[in-house]
């Protein structure tokens, strides 16, 4: 294995062999949301309007644009990850990201709804051509006992960029010079990012180069096959799929959790999408110090049985909280919300509940990476992302079975949850 090692005994935040990679990666994520965001808040409080849109069915349509790439694109990026220095590769995707932004940019300001949901499908395959990086080169770049410290910054990073980029595409867009503010500075983290991978140093490909399937729709199906007959790395796989699974349905639920379920302002959703997203980084960076430098699988079920409690915990928080509402009153703000005692159960809860997926997620990514074939682990990062894109889907299916069914957000919470005891269990059948 082909491993970079440059001053060793430095922090990986200031080491090169780590540095570019977690700003590409961060700067990225931060671009995808701002993007995407900003796009959605535009749809639903202005062009829906305006046009005579469904702004539920166009927000669902978006969503699915963007992560239909996953399923499709990644299985192909995964055989051309292991067949190139992925440096390279991750340089030239970059540069992409910046002709994407730039046309974005015409698109925001023009509002043309077709232009703007061609730029996000595109963002959406931009991204899953980079997810066979961003993980399958970690290997390459660090020491085995550092694997761990090195997800747990890579996700944490994730999680917060993530939640940076929601916050400043939903607050500026709307704005007299949002739409301008925006542009620019996608266009300008995007070219941030560019540099940040010249930085990179190279990551060559281990063993001989696959041959590529350019049949996405076939490609999908062997990288699947073919990830199956590695035991210990598609465990891995199924279990990261779970958490995604879970983790779509709560994040596509909580802007009507915290305005139907709550009574609160968009304050509140950005509450707890906060507590969601820091509470995540918080359990990623925890995970090194908590399970040590080789974690594995069975770890994985504490992580998983926090999910379950949590999840079951927050349905009599809820309605403990409901009991005090005033429902015929104005909604309540971010401000009146943390200050009132009957929701800090609720805040608790999703602490826990994001806390414990950073847990249960970090764990498992090492696992796949140290599995994985050293010559097809694009292959198999590849693999990860696209049955993570279909366990979303599953996920947005039940959520919209359950929701026909006359369910409450608080009641799929805990169902959904719930099978965190079941996930834990299976993990702690898995051997070491």
């Not at 919300?337 to 249960?360: D, M």
Request: hydrophobic share 55%; charged share 10%; aromatic share 12%.
């Amino acid at each position: 294995m082909t491993q970079v090692i440059d001053a060793q005994d430095a922090p990986l935040l200031t080491a090169r062999r780590f540095a570019p990679l977690f700003w590409v990666q961060a700067l990225g994520a931060f671009n995808d949301q701002v993007f995407k965001t900003g796009f959605l808040v535009l749809l639903t409080y202005r062009l829906a309007a305006e046009m005579g849109l469904n702004a539920s069915l166009h927000n669902t349509i978006a969503g699915a644009l963007f992560i239909l790439p996953f399923a499709l694109v990644a299985p192909t990026a995964g055989m051309v990850a292991d067949g190139v220095d992925k440096a390279r590769m991750m340089q030239v995707i970059k540069a992409l990201e910046i002709g994407l932004m730039i046309v974005g940019a015409i698109a925001f300001h023009v509002q043309n709804l077709t232009l703007l949901y061609t730029l996000l499908f595109f963002m959406g395959a931009q991204s899953a051509l980079f997810a066979p990086i961003k993980y399958g080169i970690l290997p390459q770049y660090l020491k085995p006992e550092e694997l761990a410290r090195g997800n747990g910054l890579i996700q944490a990073a994730t999680f917060l960029a993530i939640l940076l980029g929601q916050i400043v595409g939903a607050k500026l867009v709307l704005t007299s010079a949002g739409v301008t503010a925006i542009s620019v500075g996608v266009i300008g983290v995007a070219f941030t990012g560019f540099v940040a991978s010249l930085f990179a140093p190279p990551a060559p490909p281990v063993g001989i180069p696959p041959k590529i399937d350019w049949v996405l729709p076939r490609a999908m199906w062997g990288i699947i096959r073919d990830g199956r007959k590695v035991r210990g790395a598609f465990r891995a796989i199924l279990g990261i799929a779970w958490f995604w699974f879970t983790g779509a349905a709560f994040l596509a639920l909580l802007p009507p959790y915290a305005l139907e379920g709550l009574y609160g302002t968009d304050g509140v959703f950005v509450l707890l999408l906060s507590m969601f997203s820091v509470g995540v980084a918080i359990g990623a960076l925890l995970c090194a110090r908590l399970f040590g430098e080789r974690p594995a699988v069975p770890m994985a079920a504490w992580g998983a049985a926090g999910i379950a409690v949590a999840s079951v915990a927050l349905w009599p928080a809820t309605e403990y909280w409901r009991a005090g509402v005033d429902f015929s009153g104005p909604l309540i703000g971010f401000a009146d919300f943390a200050g009132n005692p009957r929701a800090w159960p609720i805040l608790g809860c999703f602490g826990v509940l994001a806390a414990s997926s950073g847990l249960y997620v970090t764990p498992l990514n090492v696992v796949l990476q140290i599995e994985a074939p050293p010559e097809a682990r694009g292959r198999f990062v590849a693999c990860s992302n696209t049955v993570d894109a279909l366990a979303m889907a599953s996920s947005a299916l039940l959520a919209a079975v359950l929701v026909g069914a006359g369910m409450r957000q608080w009641d799929i919470y805990t169902v959904v949850g719930s099978t965190g005891f079941i996930a834990a269990f299976w993990a702690m059948q898995q051997k070491r």
